[in-house]
C-alpha cells in the first residue's frame, strides 16, 4: 500500500501545484494591469493564501468526507480514507484532516518565507524555529506515513486510517 500511497500524493500534489499556477498566473495579470498595485503587501499575501488554500481544502474535504471517501489521487491509486471503526470519514473529520494536512504546512510555510524574506540581518532564532517547523512538519508526515502503522499526524487527529480498496473505483461500498 506504500506505493498506492506515493502514486496518490504525487497525483494530488500535481493537483495542487495546478492550481497554485493557475493563482499565480492571475495574481501575475493582476499585478501587471495594475489592478494590484496599490494593496498593501500583507493585504496580497493573506489573499493569495486564501485564494490557494480555501479551493484546495473544498476540493480534498468533499471528496474524502462524502461518497468518495479518497482525494482524486486516492481514487485513482484505489485508496480511500475511512474512520478506524471502518465507518466513513464524514465532512467535520475530513475538513479537520485537510486543515492539519494542507492548511497548517501552507501557513507554515508562508510565514516562514514571509520572515525571512523581510527579517533584519541578523535573522531572530524565532524566524528560524518557525522555517525549521515549516521544513519539518512535512518530512515528519511522510516518515509517519511511511512507518509504523502508516498514519500521518492528520489522520491520527482525524482518527482516520487509508485503506486499500482492492483497485480504482469511483464510489465507496456500504
Known sequence: ???????????????????VVVVAALGFALWQWDVVTTVPPLTLNLAGSVAVVVPLLVLFTLTEGGRYEASPGKQWAGLRIR??????????????????????????????????????????????VLTGS?????????VAMLTGDHRA?????????????????RVAEG
Open 153 to 169: 499526524p492528520h489522520d491520527i487527529a482525524s482518527h482516520g486510517q487509508v485503506v486499500a480498496t482492492g483497485g480504482a473505483r
Open 1 to 19: 500500500m506504500t506505493r498506492q500511497r506515493i502514486e496518490a500524493a504525487l497525483i494530488d500534489l500535481g493537483l495542487v501545484v495546478g492550481w
Open 134 to 142: 515549516a521544513v519539518l512538519f512535512p518530512v515528519l508526515t511522510v
Open 83 to 128: 474512520r478506524l471503526d471502518g465507518r466513513s470519514l464524514g465532512y467535520s473529520r475530513a475538513l479537520l484532516r485537510n486543515l492539519i494536512r494542507i492548511g497548517l504546512p501552507w501557513a507554515l510555510a508562508h510565514a516562514a518565507v514571509l520572515a525571512q524574506l523581510t527579517a533584519r540581518p541578523p535573522i531572530g532564532w524565532d524566524v528560524w
